[in-house]
């Protein structure tokens, strides 16, 4: 995603907040302190407190618990494309 990304195509990014190598809040930190500020969703079956006040500190755009349902995810993502940046 680094390598590829370019910002003047806009997006949104939907990360899972356990992923292997690098989890969600870290990526989210990277991005943040690049100045990437492209909406991102975090998706997690876990209710860790923790890292979701850090996704919202980060200004994630939304936290979606597993399981989910397909309409709500893609809710959130139009909403997310929907806001300016």
Request: with cysteine.
């Given at each position: 995603?680094?390598?590829?990304?370019?910002?003047?195509?806009?997006?949104?990014?939907?990360?899972?907040?356990?992923?292997?190598?690098?989890n969600g809040i870290e990526l989210l930190e990277n991005l943040r302190?690049?100045?990437?500020?492209?909406?991102?969703?975090?998706?997690?079956?876990?209710?860790?407190?923790?890292?979701?006040?850090?996704?919202?500190?980060?200004?994630?755009?939304?936290?979606?618990?597993?399981?989910?349902?397909?309409?709500?995810?893609?809710?959130?993502?139009?909403?997310?494309l929907s806001e300016p940046t």
């Amino acid at each position: 995603f680094h390598a590829a990304f370019q910002p003047e195509l806009g997006g949104c990014l939907v990360l899972d907040l356990h992923m292997p190598a690098m989890n969600g809040i870290e990526l989210l930190e990277n991005l943040r302190s690049r100045g990437i500020h492209i909406p991102v969703i975090i998706v997690t079956a876990y209710n860790e407190k923790q890292f979701i006040k850090r996704a919202r500190q980060l200004g994630a755009y939304a936290v979606v618990m597993k399981p989910f349902k397909d309409d709500e995810l893609l809710s959130q993502i139009d909403h997310a494309l929907s806001e300016p940046t």
